[in-house]
């Protein structure tokens, strides 16, 4: 029969190589099974945390949602963080999803007792600093929260002023309705220059 195929076996190891191939072949195949299926659990869980983060994050804009009673500050947090303009058309459009961590983290401040209770303080917390909330050291604050958890999508200037100073003012870290409308436009500039140097 070897005359009739030539020397085909010759050479080979017909019992050992092929074998030895095949044993690491599916060695390798379970190593990328087992790492896959660990990468699986591993954005399982990740999704899992998220999903109560995201519950928590709800729960504490719903409190304030239902705390704020101050229209033209909700109206200015519409505004501000749920709409965007386009910036060669100025159409302006709703945004398909929002920074929830900024949004929270303006009023964070003022409501510490509540983010404890729901279980969100430990994402803000690093930015306050020890001594009581006051214009300063908020607009320090707000300047952290924009460098931490900076949003993507630019904000207008101008409205984020005019949210800003209606913080301010209702939660009153200064006197804004006694101020004249020069004193007005001088605590706006001074704020400003504040949150940008």
Do not use: C, W
């Not at 007792?113 to 690093?126: L, M, N, R, T, Y």
């Not at 320090?140 to 984020?160: G, Q, R, V």
């Not at 605590?187 to 949150?195: D, R, S, Y």
Request: hydrophobic share 40%; net charge neutral; charged share 25%.
């Amino acid at each position: 029969m070897a005359n009739e195929f030539g020397n085909l076996g010759e050479g080979l190891d017909i019992g050992g190589a092929p074998r030895e191939d095949i044993n690491k072949v599916t060695e390798e195949a379970t190593r990328r099974i087992q790492e896959e299926s660990k990468q699986a659990k591993q954005v399982h869980q990740q999704i899992q945390q998220d999903k109560q983060a995201n519950a928590k994050l709800a729960s504490f804009l719903t409190f304030l949602i239902n705390n704020i009673k101050d229209e033209k500050l909700i109206t200015l947090l519409y505004e501000l963080f749920f709409k965007t303009k386009h910036p060669s058309t100025g159409t302006t459009y709703l945004r398909k999803k929002i920074n929830t961590l900024v949004v929270i983290g303006f009023f964070f401040p003022f409501y510490i007792q509540e983010a404890k209770k729901i279980g969100i303080s430990g994402v803000f917390e690093e930015l306050l600093t020890k001594e009581p909330m006051n214009l300063t050291g908020y607009i320090n604050y707000i300047k952290k929260l924009s460098i931490k958890y900076h949003d993507n999508i630019p904000l207008d200037a101008s409205l984020l002023m005019d949210f800003l100073i209606a913080v301010i003012n209702h939660y009153k870290l200064y006197d804004i309705p006694s101020l004249d409308e020069e004193q007005r436009e001088k605590f706006i500039l001074q704020v400003k220059n504040e949150l940008y140097s």
